[in-house]
């Protein structure tokens, strides 16, 4: 969960900015390359990456849970940074042009009227990082430590020691908790949120 509020915080923030013009062009356009490149980047490869960079000095989060939930963070960026963009979009930029002439600062325009308009598309974004987050298991795998296993790990380590009794048990409660998510999804969004966030 931790993971994905922030991959959705940066997002947000990597959107606003490229969508509201505030870089250049060339600056706005590694913005969203960076923000759109672990989509391609293996899981495998993103782990070994984060393990080389963070087991030394000045930042050491190996065998924290800090490395787990930056790696999180990083892997499932492009789903949030796509529906971030979706949302600034979908924004008319002349509502925070008016606070301004009113006499009102960006961040007051921002806090009074972006983040209001934003807080179901948050709510969708947040549940379409969340649901593949609890399975990721490539990055994981390689970045767990006993003090910091995830739940995709224990189920793989459940399969392995052939105890599919707590295997079946564990992932019932994931099932349950992905359809409570998807429900709410539908409730609160619409029938197609996540096809209408996916396509977009």
């Known amino acids: 969960a ?16 490229i969508h509201r013009e505030l870089v250049s062009k ?9 923000a759109m490149a672990p989509f391609v980047i293996p899981g ?3 782990a070994i990456g984060f393990y080389a960079a ?7 989060l190996a065998g924290t849970m800090w490395i787990l939930v930056f790696a999180y963070a990083t ?14 979009r979908s924004i008319n930029p002349e509502l925070e042009q008016a606070v301004r002439i009113l006499g009102g600062t960006r961040m007051l ?3 009074k009227v972006v983040t209001p308009l934003l807080k179901k598309s948050l709510l969708g ?8 987050a609890t399975r990721e298991l490539s990055a994981a795998i390689f970045l767990y430590s006993t003090n910091t296993q995830v739940l995709s790990v224990l189920l793989f380590d459940k399969s392995d020691e052939g105890n599919f009794e707590m295997l079946a048990s564990i992932g019932l409660v994931l099932v349950v908790i992905t359809v409570i998510l998807i429900a709410i999804g539908f409730r609160l969004l619409g029938r197609d949120f996540m096809l209408r966030r996916s396509a977009s």
């Open 2 to 17: 931790l993971a994905a509020v922030i991959a959705i915080l940066i997002s947000l923030f990597i959107a606003y900015v």
């Open 26 to 34: 060339p600056i706005a356009s590694a913005l969203s390359f960076l």
């Open 44 to 46: 495998i490869v993103l």
């Open 54 to 60: 963070y087991t030394s000095e000045p930042l050491v």
């Open 75 to 88: 892997r499932f960026l492009p789903i949030a940074f796509a529906n971030a963009q979706a949302a600034i």
């Open 109 to 111: 325009a921002i806090r």
């Open 125 to 132: 974004a947040f549940i379409l990082v969340f649901i593949p």
